[in-house]
């Protein structure tokens, strides 16, 4: 079993910033590509951006230049960090990460529960 769990959510002002972790743990043999999405009130969940392995990452055009990626391997923790924060980013923040668990056997997605970021003055 795989979990995921986000943390660092919170309620910052515009221009402000946050920083989300993602810990995953359990019977893991390696993960693949991780990322982070999100969902506003009424709408669908979106991609904000992606790794690989590798570090190879993508961004949505609506947060690049203000959103970065990263991951540390050796922690099976991922990090998004947040600067200039507008109210638009409102939504809950999910961790997402495509794991080859033990025993070995197909890759499979596992997502966490989802952190709150909430942009306003």
């Known amino acids: 079993q795989v979990q995921l769990v986000e943390s660092g959510g919170g309620l910052v002002q515009p221009g402000g910033s946050l920083r989300l972790s993602c810990a995953t743990s359990g019977r893991i043999f390696v993960i693949n590509a991780m990322g982070w999405y999100r969902q506003a009130p009424g709408k669908e969940r979106e991609l904000v951006s992606a790794?690989?392995?590798?570090?190879?990452?993508n961004y949505a055009d609506s947060v690049k230049g203000r959103f970065t990626i990263s991951r540390d391997n050796a922690k099976n923790t991922l990090y998004l960090q947040m600067n200039s924060l507008k109210p638009e980013d409102t939504a809950v923040y999910y961790c997402?990460?495509?794991?080859?668990?033990?025993?070995?056997?197909?890759?499979?997605?596992?997502w966490g529960q989802g952190t709150q970021v909430t942009v306003s003055s």
């Open positions: 997402n990460a495509q794991v080859v668990p033990v025993p070995l056997g197909a890759t499979k997605n596992y």
């Open positions: 790794i690989t392995s590798s570090g190879s990452t």
